[in-house]
């Protein structure tokens, strides 16, 4: 794994703005905050605080990793923007993480068998997982679904994670889902070859849909 010792990874898809250092399959340091709508302010501060604190140089990073949706559409290209600009500083490559899975990861414990995210009114972002390693897959593509499709389509008895979707909630028991770069960082690590993108000029973010994520 020594084509990637060093991952710098970046979340800003939703209201979490964030930046890890990723050595060795081992999240050194993160720096995050809800930052709703402050992704462009907040993300260089970050960055200058994460280099500063654990002394790297750009040139020691082996690939920087990303959060790539579905999530707001202006989150995702600050962030995206803000990868590519460092990656292209020094030829890097890019890891774009799926925000699904990065979501998943972060509950592996649970070992979800689907993921909902957010988008607006009662839209949600909704895909099927299953898991090789300890590692979240993507069973199909996402979809768009209301909320009473997922509630009528979809067994509750299933293992489900949600992100950002507390006022659609009644009496469903979902796994409060967390966003991180901590995560987008490890999986970026551990699936390296699966997502790294060596020539990311065109690399674009995966909206799904026109649809923001909202708080």
């Not at 200058?48 to 707001?72: D, H, M, R, T």
């Not at 799926?98 to 988008?119: Q, V, W, Y």
């Not at 997922?150 to 067994?155: A, E, G, R």
């Amino acid at each position: 794994m020594n084509n990637k010792k060093n991952i710098l990874s970046i979340e800003t898809s939703s209201n979490i703005c964030g930046i890890s250092f990723i050595s060795n399959g081992e999240c050194i340091k993160t720096i995050e905050e809800d930052s709703d709508r402050k992704h462009v302010e907040k993300i260089p501060v970050f960055f200058q605080e994460i280099q500063k604190e654990i002394g790297f140089k750009l040139s020691e990073i082996s690939a920087i990793a990303v959060s790539n949706g579905p999530g707001s559409f202006t989150g995702l290209r600050i962030g995206l923007s803000f990868a590519k600009g460092l990656a292209f500083s020094h030829n890097l490559p890019i890891v774009p993480i799926p925000t699904m899975m990065s979501l998943a990861f972060n509950c592996r414990e649970s070992k979800p068998d689907i993921g909902l995210i957010h988008s607006h009114g009662e839209k949600v972002f909704f895909q099927k997982i299953y898991w090789e390693s300890n590692l979240p897959q993507s069973s199909k593509e996402i979809m768009v679904l209301s909320w009473s499709e997922f509630l009528n389509k979809y067994s509750t008895s299933k293992v489900t994670f949600h992100a950002n979707c507390n006022d659609l909630l009644k009496d469903e028991d979902l796994i409060d889902a967390k966003l991180s770069s901590s995560s987008v960082g490890m999986l970026a690590y551990f699936m390296f070859e699966k997502y790294v993108e060596y020539e990311p000029q065109n690399l674009v973010s995966n909206y799904v849909s026109p649809f923001n994520i909202n708080k």
